[in-house]
Structure formats: structure tokens, C-alpha cells
């Protein structure tokens, strides 16, 4: 479950944006200071940070630049005042959106949902690798490891073995797999799916796996398959 950091020491701020945040599956963490809101963002790890800028002992400014200076965690800033220069000042000191009081909770929420959408996008665009028990795979250098083990994929295979591991326990058909690898102007056998699977299996069987599997659903297709410990 994800962590939203909710710090504001206006108590009927913090219990309404708590309990929408818990209504959108969110944890929710509350800090009354400035002080105790790095305190748990250090502790707590969350996923999002949403800062009042005018609280006791550290302001959500200050409170942001330290975060800045550890983490790109996505931060917005809540404020009671909307002059231009303050947006800009946040947003030049590393803040990802600025909201101004009074604001209707279901507008935070989803300014809460777009900053994880955005920084998800970015996650996955920088870092093309995929880590599931002791298989690792790795796009940008098209390698792919069992404990360390390099195996010997064709662009295909390795492009197979990608699909199917970043969706666990997902069943694939021969037609999903065909699309997305191949194309939809595909117009060779569609066994050729079977031939790299079977490919696949016979250099997957070389190292020891014992927690995952590519397994087959007779008569639907094929998946990677977290094995029960």
C-alpha cells in the first residue's frame, strides 16, 4: 500500500485529507510540524508528500528543500495564500504542484494520483529492468540473469521473457503475445510463439528457479508463474 505524508497543523485539514486519502486505498500519515514531517518522511518512506507551507518550527519551503536534497518523491504544496511569486518559489525549490486553500479534497486526491502517474512514467522509461526472486532482466542491455547467470536470448526471447515477467501469473495467448512482440501485421506461423517458448524453457532449465516458472494453460497460452513458497 502506498504512503501519502499529510503535514499540516490544522487538525481538521489533516483528518478530512486523511480519510479521503485511506478511501483511495492510500496509507495515511499525519505530521502537525514541519519538524516532525521530515521526521517521517525519513521513517515512513511515502509515496507522496503533501506539504502545508505555513507550519511551526520548519515551513513546508524549507521542509521541501531538505526532501529535494535526499529524494525526488513527489511533493505538492498546500497553501492559504496564491500569490504568484510563492507558486514559483515552490516550484523552483522542487515542488511537483502547488494547491491553494480553501480546495475541495477530491481536487488533491487527484493532483495526488497525477504526481504518482507522472513519476511511474518516469520510473519505467529510465530503468528497463525488471527484477522478480533471482531472475533479473535488463532492456537497456538486453541481458537477462538467474542468480547472476547470463543466459544466451535471441531480441525475441528476451523480449518474450519480458512480456510475460512484468505481468506475473498473467495468462497470455498466443494472439497477445503475437501482437505485442511481432506485430499486428504479423503473417508467419503463429506456432512461432510455441517454438520460442520451448526455446525458452530448454535455457531457463540450465539454472536452478525453483520459485517461478513459465507454464502453460492448456488451450489459452502461456505465463509466468509464481510458485506458492
Same mark, same amino acid.
Given at each position: 500500500?502506498?504512503?501519502?505524508?499529510?503535514?499540516?497543523?490544522?487538525?481538521?485539514?489533516?483528518?478530512?485529507?486523511?480519510?479521503?486519502?485511506?478511501?483511495?486505498?492510500?496509507? =495515511?500519515? /499525519?505530521?502537525?510540524?514541519?519538524?516532525?514531517?521530515?521526521?517521517?518522511?525519513?521513517?515512513?518512506? @511515502?509515496?507522496?508528500? %503533501?506539504? *502545508?507551507?505555513?507550519?511551526?518550527?520548519?515551513?513546508?519551503?524549507?521542509?521541501?528543500?531538505?526532501?529535494? =536534497?535526499?529524494?525526488?518523491?513527489? /511533493?505538492? %504544496?498546500?497553501?492559504?495564500?496564491?500569490?504568484?511569486?510563492?507558486?514559483?518559489?515552490?516550484?523552483?525549490?522542487?515542488?511537483? *504542484?502547488?494547491?491553494?486553500? @480553501?480546495?475541495? @479534497?477530491?481536487?488533491?486526491? =487527484?493532483?495526488?494520483?497525477?504526481?504518482?502517474?507522472?513519476?511511474?512514467?518516469? !520510473?519505467?522509461?529510465?530503468?528497463?529492468?525488471?527484477?522478480? !526472486?533471482?531472475?533479473?532482466?535488463?532492456?537497456?542491455?538486453?541481458?537477462?540473469?538467474?542468480?547472476?547467470?547470463?543466459?544466451?536470448?535471441?531480441?525475441?526471447?528476451?523480449?518474450?521473457? +519480458?512480456?510475460?515477467?512484468?505481468?506475473?501469473?498473467?495468462?497470455?495467448?498466443?494472439?497477445?503475445? $503475437?501482437?505485442?512482440? +511481432?506485430?499486428? !501485421?504479423?503473417?508467419?506461423?503463429?506456432?512461432? /510463439?510455441?517454438?520460442?517458448?520451448?526455446?525458452?524453457?530448454?535455457?531457463?532449465?540450465?539454472?536452478?528457479?525453483?520459485? +517461478?516458472? $513459465?507454464?502453460?494453460? +492448456?488451450?489459452?497460452?502461456?505465463?509466468?508463474?509464481?510458485?506458492?513458497?
Amino acid at each position: 500500500m502506498q504512503k501519502i505524508l499529510i503535514a499540516d497543523d490544522n487538525d481538521d485539514i489533516t483528518e478530512i485529507l486523511a480519510n479521503y486519502a485511506r478511501k483511495e486505498g492510500y496509507e =495515511a500519515i /499525519v505530521a502537525k510540524d514541519g519538524q516532525e514531517a521530515f521526521e517521517f518522511f525519513k521513517r515512513f518512506n @511515502p509515496s507522496a508528500v %503533501l506539504l *502545508d507551507v505555513m507550519m511551526p518550527k520548519e515551513d513546508g519551503y524549507e521542509v521541501c528543500r531538505k526532501i529535494r =536534497a535526499e529524494s525526488n518523491v513527489p /511533493v505538492i %504544496l498546500v497553501t492559504a495564500r496564491g500569490e504568484d511569486f510563492e507558486k514559483i518559489m515552490g516550484l523552483d525549490i522542487g515542488a511537483d *504542484d502547488y494547491i491553494v486553500k @480553501p480546495f475541495s @479534497p477530491n481536487e488533491v486526491m =487527484a493532483r495526488v494520483r497525477a504526481v504518482l502517474r507522472r513519476m511511474e512514467t518516469k !520510473d519505467s522509461v529510465k530503468a528497463n529492468i525488471l527484477r522478480v !526472486d533471482n531472475l533479473t532482466i535488463n532492456l537497456d542491455e538486453y541481458t537477462c540473469t538467474i542468480d547472476g547467470n547470463k543466459l544466451a536470448l535471441t531480441k525475441k526471447e528476451m523480449e518474450t521473457m +519480458w512480456a510475460l515477467a512484468k505481468a506475473p501469473n498473467k495468462i497470455f495467448t498466443r494472439d497477445d503475445l $503475437l501482437n505485442s512482440l +511481432w506485430g499486428y !501485421d504479423f503473417y508467419g506461423d503463429p506456432r512461432t /510463439v510455441d517454438s520460442h517458448i520451448k526455446r525458452l524453457r530448454a535455457k531457463l532449465a540450465k539454472f536452478e528457479h525453483p520459485n +517461478w516458472d $513459465l507454464s502453460t494453460q +492448456w488451450g489459452v497460452g502461456y505465463k509466468f508463474e509464481i510458485k506458492n513458497k
